[in-house]
């Protein structure tokens, strides 16, 4: 019993990663209708970001670890600018495929500067943690689940209780009619990267000291936002937290129960039963039919 | 059977391109009997010809079927694999475990297919990558039937009874002989009633099942026939190199793959071709800064997606367009239907009762009745937001009724699918236009002439006579050659016209046809209805243009906030006090505002 709380904490812990990187994939969804496939890059960056100022510079933690995010935030604009902006008008399949390059480009060109080893980055305690119970409680794990909870609680509060929320609303909703409205709808898209972004970031930088820092990171964590993202119900926003929930649950239950090897398979498998079985997801619409 | 006479055949299409593939076979056989025998270039020689292979398959599910699929790799490496374990572990020889591996392969792309049954776009790419990522799982940990990590060597080349195939030159020959062929068919197919059926499904899905194409099975087919070449690559590629291990199938490598078919033109195998020799060279060409060559292969990925989207082939083939189609001059068809000259019967081609369709809380289609007379023009009016376009979506099957029953010519159709009541004579056109924007105005009619259970759909020659001929009648046989883009809105709107008649349907749903269409135009429409009505064809026109309706119409049906309020002969209808208050409000309304 002790063993399957471990689990749960810890599989909540992983999940909350997922949760934070799928937001800001959903956001992309809903704003520019974007499915961005370097949305694990994003996270990738992030912690390389915090490697080189905190580890390398010696920058402190958390100012190099603000720095990182708002590096991530200004890279999001860019990122919009060369794999989305160019291509906003030819439908979905080509900015798909483009953020796929992406991905690729941004992996390997890290990978090309600093090599395959994985990097370890400390967390941001130095006390590892303490039991609750027959429970260890990892401090990492906490500060990913308490950040979690707060990026939650302050998104809600953007977007429902702020004029930028509603005007990014809108746009998600409908792009031509808010900007008739005289929405900046351009500027609004841009925010959505860079939020995207910079959520992204953050999710790398507390995943870092777990997971190691390396290449492989983006593609692991892309794929994984993606299936919470699908299992939660597409361009939901309560879906991807949970979807990111289960998935990282489920991942490390049949990681311990199942099979270690397979651990990673878990989530796929997962995903591919949602997608035949219940398309719509947790939470999703119905996909309508369209005439 | 006057039509037959007059269809005279093109071309005998079955040897379309094959004097070109003849010869090309032979230049590569003699290519490869002066090629290096051994050595560097003899591996990229090989590898670039196993890859183009592979590559080909993409360019059927993605550049013909607008499927996007990420496990190209992942169908290569099950090709390769059970070459690898047939020969190596199972002492199968060579020629029966490449076959064996294509079948296999194209059953896992069948399956995968099926996923987009109901998902598309990301989705499907989503389980593409799914796939790929099990499967290297799977190769990588499944050691006791893959060799797990370490991969599995000694795979042997084939041997066949006075035909020695181990050598470097001699497997080349094949390896080139196979791509040969798989370009060839991928060609080919490119212009068959299959692949045309693809291109709809990519272009419009909608269009394509009110055009009689089974979506579904399109897409399923063309996932297997890309997993078949993908495995056909995989089997020469393990004998090529007679080594094999999981990383060479990962993920990475099916992004390699989609970008060789991007790069060179997704749109055709040529392009497949060069894209492929192009980056299997780029490595050697990149030599300098080898760490990177990944990243400058996501690089061109976004720079090809932003400046070259038809890939190289597709600048050349612009360049040096407009050889080599379809002769047309003088197959001009007669259309059937224009030969049957039936007076108006009381025989009741189609049959709608009781029909509703309700979107959530909102009664679309309250509960309709309606029954078009085989040989007239039936109209069905009525203000905005009256349910006319559901009606007509509901009847071709783009929508499930909620409640109700359609009848053609007698066979309930409510439960069958779009494409389903297109085969049983049902033809539509919509209010925004549905051509299919990456083939000519003649392949679109063509599409429509493939109709199944039209009389020439399986008929290539009768196809295209059929085709020429619907151009013709609606005056855009000049046009039949130009990309279905270049022409007009209304123009656009005469292609699927023709698209329609060219399928010979019994019933013909015109879905606001004077829909954006100027005066003129608008004129001209009236005219070509008109040169139908009195053909034996029955039609069911929407439209709110009240002049042209009673201009074409024998019988006018109303309706308003989805119920019917008036049906009968135009005259009473049009002057009934109900139908006058719908079009221009209620009086006492009126007073009010």
């Given at each position: 019993m002790s063993l399957f709380l471990q689990l749960l904490f810890t599989g909540f812990g992983i999940g909350a990663i997922y949760a934070m990187v799928s937001l800001g994939f959903v956001l992309l969804i809903r704003a520019a209708n974007v499915v961005n496939f370097a949305q694990g890059e994003f996270s990738m960056l992030g912690a390389y970001a915090m490697l080189i100022l905190f580890a390398g510079l010696g920058v402190p933690y958390l100012l190099a670890f603000v720095l990182s995010v708002a590096v991530m935030a200004v890279f999001g604009m860019v990122f919009a600018g060369v794999a989305y902006w160019p291509l906003r008008h030819r439908g979905q399949l080509p900015v798909i495929i483009s953020t796929i390059g992406a991905s690729i480009l941004l992996a390997n060109a890290v990978l090309a500067a600093y090599g395959p080893s994985p990097q370890t980055l400390p967390g941001m305690f130095d006390n590892p943690g303490f039991e609750v119970g027959e429970v260890f409680m990892d401090s990492q794990y906490l500060l990913i689940l308490a950040v979690a909870a707060l990026l939650v609680l302050l998104q809600y509060l953007v977007f429902e209780k702020t004029m930028l929320g509603k005007k990014l609303q809108a746009t998600s909703q409908d792009k031509e009619m808010a900007s008739l409205l005289g929405i900046p709808v351009a500027v609004m898209v841009l925010i959505t990267f860079a939020y995207s972004a910079a959520i992204g970031g953050i999710a790398g930088v507390l995943v870092a000291p777990i997971l190691f820092v390396s290449t492989g990171l983006g593609s692991l964590i892309s794929l994984k936002a993606f299936a919470a993202n699908i299992i939660g119900g597409f361009g939901s926003i309560p879906g991807a937290i949970l979807g990111g929930l289960a998935l990282g649950i489920a991942e490390t239950l049949g990681a311990a129960y199942i099979s270690v090897p397979y651990k990673d398979a878990f989530g796929f498998a997962m995903l591919l039963i949602f997608l035949l079985l219940r398309p719509q997801g947790l939470f999703g619409e119905r996909i309508a039919e369209k005439a | 059977m006057t039509r037959a006479a007059t269809a005279s055949p093109p071309q005998s299409n079955w040897r379309r391109g094959v004097p070109g593939a003849l010869l090309a076979l032979v230049a590569v056989l003699a290519f490869a009997a002066v090629a290096p025998a051994e050595g560097y270039y003899l591996n990229i020689l090989m590898q670039a010809s196993t890859y183009a292979i592979a590559v080909a398959g993409l360019v059927v599910v993605l550049g013909y079927c607008g499927q996007i699929s990420l496990t190209q790799a992942g169908f290569l490496g099950l090709g390769a694999y059970c070459v690898a374990l047939g020969t190596v572990d199972w002492g199968l020889p060579f020629f029966v475990a490449l076959p064996l591996g294509m079948i296999v392969t194209g059953v896992f792309g069948l399956v995968l297919g099926l996923a987009s049954l109901r998902l598309g776009g990301h989705y499907l790419a989503m389980v593409t990558i799914s796939f790929q990522q099990i499967l290297t799982l799977v190769l990588t940990n499944w050691i006791s039937l893959t060799h797990g990590p370490d991969g599995i060597s000694g795979i042997r080349r084939p041997v066949l009874p006075g035909l020695d195939l181990t050598g470097g030159r001699a497997y080349l020959g094949l390896c080139l002989a196979a791509l040969v062929g798989a370009t060839f068919f991928t060609w080919r197919l490119k212009g068959s009633r299959l692949g045309r059926a693809m291109q709809g499904v990519r272009d419009n899905e909608i269009a394509a099942s009110t055009c009689g194409v089974d979506i579904f099975r399109i897409k399923v087919v063309a996932f297997g026939i890309s997993a078949a070449l993908g495995a056909l690559g995989g089997g020469l590629f393990a004998g090529a190199f007679a080594y094999i291990s999981p990383d060479q199938f990962a993920f990475n490598e099916s992004v390699v793959l989609l970008t060789m078919a991007l790069l060179g033109g997704v749109q055709s195998p040529f392009g497949a071709l060069l894209g492929t020799c192009f980056l299997v060279m780029l490595p050697e060409w990149l030599r300098f800064l080898r760490q990177a060559y990944l990243a400058v292969y996501g690089a061109a990925v976004i720079l090809i997606m932003v400046f070259l989207p038809d890939g190289v082939w597709g600048l050349i083939a612009r360049r040096f367009g407009g050889r080599g189609r379809a002769q047309t001059a003088g197959a001009a068809g007669e259309l059937?239907?224009?030969?049957r000259r039936a007076q108006p019967s009381e025989e009741i081609a189609l049959k709608v009762a009781g029909l509703s369709k309700h979107f959530g809380g909102l009664?679309?289609?309250?509960?309709v009745d309606l029954a078009v007379r085989r040989g007239t023009v039936h109209a069905l009016i009525g203000p905005n937001g009256s349910g006319k376009t559901t009606f007509l979506n509901v009847c071709s099957g783009l929508y499930r009724p909620t409640a109700g029953s359609i009848a053609l010519a007698g066979t309930d159709v409510t439960g069958m699918g779009a494409h389903q009541r297109t085969q049983r004579g049902l033809a539509r056109t919509f209010q925004n236009i549905r051509v299919f924007?990456?083939?000519?105005v003649l392949e679109n009619v063509m599409i429509g002439a493939e109709r199944p259970g039209n009389d020439v759909w399986r008929n290539p020659s009768g196809v295209v006579s059929r085709a020429v001929g619907a151009l013709q009648f609606v005056g855009l046989e000049d046009a039949a050659h130009l990309p279905v883009g270049a022409l007009s809105y209304g123009h656009q709107r005469y292609v699927e016209i023709a698209r329609a008649l060219a399928g010979s349907p019994d019933v013909l749903l015109l879905d606001e046809p004077a829909a954006g269409l100027n005066l003129t135009e608008k004129r001209a429409l009236g005219e070509l209805l008109s040169r139908l009505k009195g053909h034996g064809l029955t039609i069911l026109i929407i439209d709110h243009d009240v002049k042209l309706v009673q201009q074409v119409a024998d019988h006018i049906t109303v309706l308003n906030f989805g119920k019917r309020i008036a049906d009968g002969a135009p005259g009473a209808v049009l002057s009934h006090p109900d139908v006058v208050a719908a079009y221009l409000g209620e009086p006492h309304l009126h007073e009010v505002a």
């Amino acid at each position: 019993m002790s063993l399957f709380l471990q689990l749960l904490f810890t599989g909540f812990g992983i999940g909350a990663i997922y949760a934070m990187v799928s937001l800001g994939f959903v956001l992309l969804i809903r704003a520019a209708n974007v499915v961005n496939f370097a949305q694990g890059e994003f996270s990738m960056l992030g912690a390389y970001a915090m490697l080189i100022l905190f580890a390398g510079l010696g920058v402190p933690y958390l100012l190099a670890f603000v720095l990182s995010v708002a590096v991530m935030a200004v890279f999001g604009m860019v990122f919009a600018g060369v794999a989305y902006w160019p291509l906003r008008h030819r439908g979905q399949l080509p900015v798909i495929i483009s953020t796929i390059g992406a991905s690729i480009l941004l992996a390997n060109a890290v990978l090309a500067a600093y090599g395959p080893s994985p990097q370890t980055l400390p967390g941001m305690f130095d006390n590892p943690g303490f039991e609750v119970g027959e429970v260890f409680m990892d401090s990492q794990y906490l500060l990913i689940l308490a950040v979690a909870a707060l990026l939650v609680l302050l998104q809600y509060l953007v977007f429902e209780k702020t004029m930028l929320g509603k005007k990014l609303q809108a746009t998600s909703q409908d792009k031509e009619m808010a900007s008739l409205l005289g929405i900046p709808v351009a500027v609004m898209v841009l925010i959505t990267f860079a939020y995207s972004a910079a959520i992204g970031g953050i999710a790398g930088v507390l995943v870092a000291p777990i997971l190691f820092v390396s290449t492989g990171l983006g593609s692991l964590i892309s794929l994984k936002a993606f299936a919470a993202n699908i299992i939660g119900g597409f361009g939901s926003i309560p879906g991807a937290i949970l979807g990111g929930l289960a998935l990282g649950i489920a991942e490390t239950l049949g990681a311990a129960y199942i099979s270690v090897p397979y651990k990673d398979a878990f989530g796929f498998a997962m995903l591919l039963i949602f997608l035949l079985l219940r398309p719509q997801g947790l939470f999703g619409e119905r996909i309508a039919e369209k005439a | 059977m006057t039509r037959a006479a007059t269809a005279s055949p093109p071309q005998s299409n079955w040897r379309r391109g094959v004097p070109g593939a003849l010869l090309a076979l032979v230049a590569v056989l003699a290519f490869a009997a002066v090629a290096p025998a051994e050595g560097y270039y003899l591996n990229i020689l090989m590898q670039a010809s196993t890859y183009a292979i592979a590559v080909a398959g993409l360019v059927v599910v993605l550049g013909y079927c607008g499927q996007i699929s990420l496990t190209q790799a992942g169908f290569l490496g099950l090709g390769a694999y059970c070459v690898a374990l047939g020969t190596v572990d199972w002492g199968l020889p060579f020629f029966v475990a490449l076959p064996l591996g294509m079948i296999v392969t194209g059953v896992f792309g069948l399956v995968l297919g099926l996923a987009s049954l109901r998902l598309g776009g990301h989705y499907l790419a989503m389980v593409t990558i799914s796939f790929q990522q099990i499967l290297t799982l799977v190769l990588t940990n499944w050691i006791s039937l893959t060799h797990g990590p370490d991969g599995i060597s000694g795979i042997r080349r084939p041997v066949l009874p006075g035909l020695d195939l181990t050598g470097g030159r001699a497997y080349l020959g094949l390896c080139l002989a196979a791509l040969v062929g798989a370009t060839f068919f991928t060609w080919r197919l490119k212009g068959s009633r299959l692949g045309r059926a693809m291109q709809g499904v990519r272009d419009n899905e909608i269009a394509a099942s009110t055009c009689g194409v089974d979506i579904f099975r399109i897409k399923v087919v063309a996932f297997g026939i890309s997993a078949a070449l993908g495995a056909l690559g995989g089997g020469l590629f393990a004998g090529a190199f007679a080594y094999i291990s999981p990383d060479q199938f990962a993920f990475n490598e099916s992004v390699v793959l989609l970008t060789m078919a991007l790069l060179g033109g997704v749109q055709s195998p040529f392009g497949a071709l060069l894209g492929t020799c192009f980056l299997v060279m780029l490595p050697e060409w990149l030599r300098f800064l080898r760490q990177a060559y990944l990243a400058v292969y996501g690089a061109a990925v976004i720079l090809i997606m932003v400046f070259l989207p038809d890939g190289v082939w597709g600048l050349i083939a612009r360049r040096f367009g407009g050889r080599g189609r379809a002769q047309t001059a003088g197959a001009a068809g007669e259309l059937p239907l224009l030969d049957r000259r039936a007076q108006p019967s009381e025989e009741i081609a189609l049959k709608v009762a009781g029909l509703s369709k309700h979107f959530g809380g909102l009664k679309a289609l309250d509960g309709v009745d309606l029954a078009v007379r085989r040989g007239t023009v039936h109209a069905l009016i009525g203000p905005n937001g009256s349910g006319k376009t559901t009606f007509l979506n509901v009847c071709s099957g783009l929508y499930r009724p909620t409640a109700g029953s359609i009848a053609l010519a007698g066979t309930d159709v409510t439960g069958m699918g779009a494409h389903q009541r297109t085969q049983r004579g049902l033809a539509r056109t919509f209010q925004n236009i549905r051509v299919f924007r990456g083939m000519t105005v003649l392949e679109n009619v063509m599409i429509g002439a493939e109709r199944p259970g039209n009389d020439v759909w399986r008929n290539p020659s009768g196809v295209v006579s059929r085709a020429v001929g619907a151009l013709q009648f609606v005056g855009l046989e000049d046009a039949a050659h130009l990309p279905v883009g270049a022409l007009s809105y209304g123009h656009q709107r005469y292609v699927e016209i023709a698209r329609a008649l060219a399928g010979s349907p019994d019933v013909l749903l015109l879905d606001e046809p004077a829909a954006g269409l100027n005066l003129t135009e608008k004129r001209a429409l009236g005219e070509l209805l008109s040169r139908l009505k009195g053909h034996g064809l029955t039609i069911l026109i929407i439209d709110h243009d009240v002049k042209l309706v009673q201009q074409v119409a024998d019988h006018i049906t109303v309706l308003n906030f989805g119920k019917r309020i008036a049906d009968g002969a135009p005259g009473a209808v049009l002057s009934h006090p109900d139908v006058v208050a719908a079009y221009l409000g209620e009086p006492h309304l009126h007073e009010v505002a």
